[in-house]
């Protein structure tokens, strides 16, 4: 084995993780007050409702460096806004076909759905999502993929709004 092979660290993860206030946010309290174990490659962003994550959060993490997302919501049918998560599923589904077209495998982002009480899930959620990810390895992206996809999902602006200027 040479120094070059010694020196080279194996591969690790960087996922950002969006959770719920209401439900995912306080499961994953509970797993750290009952302390319970979990990777820790995931980096949590509290969100008042996973209805509220717009996909553009999702790109911009992939886009500065993000190796996978995932998305953690209420129950459909537990929502504190009533209909947040069946909003953010609607998003999630059409942000996969996006991503499956610029060549993103389906296990970087993944959504979950994390009662207040199920720290254990968060615990296990977390471990499988390192682990697809470690296994898919770095994701290589070219920022002008990113930035096809982005203007996929705001089709409607017209060159006179995105320039800020008025219709």
């Known amino acids: 084995m040479s120094d070059k092979d010694t020196n080279q660290k194996p591969f690790e993860p960087r ?18 007050t009952a302390r319970m174990t979990y990777a820790p490659n995931v980096r949590v962003i509290r969100v008042m409702c996973s209805g509220r994550l717009d996909p553009q959060f999702i790109l911009t993490a992939l886009r500065q460096g993000a190796d996978g997302v995932l998305i953690g ?3 459909p049918g537990d929502c504190h806004y009533q209909e947040g998560n069946y909003k953010a599923l609607r998003r999630f589904t059409l942000l996969k076909r996006l991503l499956r077209e610029m060549g993103i495998e389906d296990e970087r982002v ?3 759905w994390i009662a207040a009480s199920e720290g254990d899930k968060v615990q296990k959620v977390i471990n499988r999502i390192t682990e697809d990810v470690r296994r898919l390895g770095p994701l ?7 930035d096809r996809a982005t203007e ?4 409607d602006q017209t060159p ?3 320039e800020g200027g008025a219709l």
């Open 160 to 162: 006179a709004v995105a």
């Open 15 to 32: 996922i950002v993780a969006f959770f719920c206030n209401w439900c995912t946010y306080t499961a994953a309290d509970l797993a750290g």
């Open 110 to 112: 993944q959504l979950e």
């Open 152 to 155: 996929a999902l705001l089709p």
């Open 73 to 75: 919501g209420c129950h």
């Open 140 to 146: 290589h992206l070219e920022p002008e993929a990113l």
